[in-house]
């Protein structure tokens, strides 16, 4: 699907792996489950800008990487994507989005807020990544770890700030969801453009002529309740990556789609650097899984030897 120059590629199943019609996920989705009580995310103790923490009642809930919360001391996006077990407390890794407030005075409790966008979603699973890699080279030489999940969070204030710039608008605390909001008129009638797919468990995201990301679930049902984040997601990128056009910084487009082998190479990009891929216990149950190769990094989040949530990312050489 296409419209001024956004693509999207509806991915569907092959057919030895679809699963039942009417099938229960296993897991109830974040944003659901802060709407019904299903689980907390607060402030821990007086507040800590890299994390946050989630309590979990009767059923697990899963969060995705590029998930935001809103709230709190400051808004925050998550790291990764984390499977909470039913019952629990669980530290979440997070950066802030919001480099002018930390407030004392409000409620230490979160809102689930929109899917931050696939570049910043890009950015951070980079950031992420490297920092995997050094806590493994940490860990070989018997050094202490330093935190495993952080991202870079003064390069994502900067990079918030080249966006205020670029549209030539600038918050009271410089909140990326303040950016937005502020786009929010031009965002709806494109992504009005894209319907949900049926059946499909995910998506590449086509940006000035090239496939920019990929993004796979292990339900349909996923997909169906995440669609409308997933391609706001795609547009407030598609946005940026015209006003960088038009500031100078980033190439105009010579092409509206990505070239028909783009996707092939970007998934054998991505199984040629499973040879390479770190692999961690994930925050919550499960293993993270981090890779890195040319011109494809990515990650996803494994439970039981099952991908339960998969993004790649283009890597610009």
């Keep these: 699907m296409e ?3 956004l693509v999207l590629i509806a991915l569907q199943p092959s057919a030895t792996t679809q699963e039942a019609p009417g099938a229960q996920l296993p897991y109830l989705l974040f944003e659901q489950a802060v709407a019904d009580g299903a689980v907390e995310v607060h402030e821990i103790g007086t507040g800590s800008v890299p994390s946050v923490a ?10 995705f990487a590029g998930d935001t919360i809103t709230g ?10 984390v499977w909470l077990p039913a019952g629990k ?7 802030c989005l919001e480099l002018g407030r930390w407030d004392p005075g409000v409620a230490a409790r979160f809102a689930a807020g929109r899917k931050a966008d696939y570049a910043l979603r890009s950015m951070l699973s980079h950031q992420v990544g490297e920092q995997r890699r050094r806590s493994a080279e940490f860990a070989a030489a018997g050094a202490p770890v330093p935190h495993s999940y952080a991202a870079d969070q003064g390069e994502v204030w900067a990079e918030i700030g080249r966006r205020e710039t670029r549209a030539g608008r600038h918050s009271g605390t410089s909140a990326l969801h303040e950016l937005y909001e502020d786009e929010a008129q031009d965002a709806r009638p494109l992504a009005g453009a894209f319907p949900r797919p049926a059946g499909a468990t995910g ?28 391609v706001e997601s795609a547009v407030s990128a598609h946005l940026d990556h015209q006003r960088a056009v038009a500031a100078g910084v980033a190439p105009a487009a010579t092409t509206r789609f990505p070239d028909s082998g783009a996707l092939g190479r970007m998934v054998g990009r991505a199984v040629a650097a499973l040879d390479g891929a770190l692999y961690g216990p994930s925050v919550g149950e ?32």
């Design 3 to 5: 419209r001024d120059g």
């Design 54 to 63: 989630a309590t979990t009642k009767g059923q697990p809930v899963v969060i």
């Design 72 to 81: 709190g001391k400051q808004n925050r996006v998550i790291n990764i994507s």
């Design 89 to 95: 407390v669980t530290e979440l890794p997070v950066t």
């Design 203 to 230: 998506l590449a995201v086509g940006v000035g002529g090239r496939l920019v990301a990929l993004e796979l679930f292990d339900h349909p049902a996923t997909l169906t309740a995440s669609w409308s984040r997933l």
């Design 286 to 317: 499960g293993v993270d899984l981090r890779l890195a190769g040319p011109k494809v990094a990515g990650s996803a989040l494994v439970r039981d030897g099952h991908v339960v949530h998969a993004e790649l990312f283009r890597v610009e050489a």
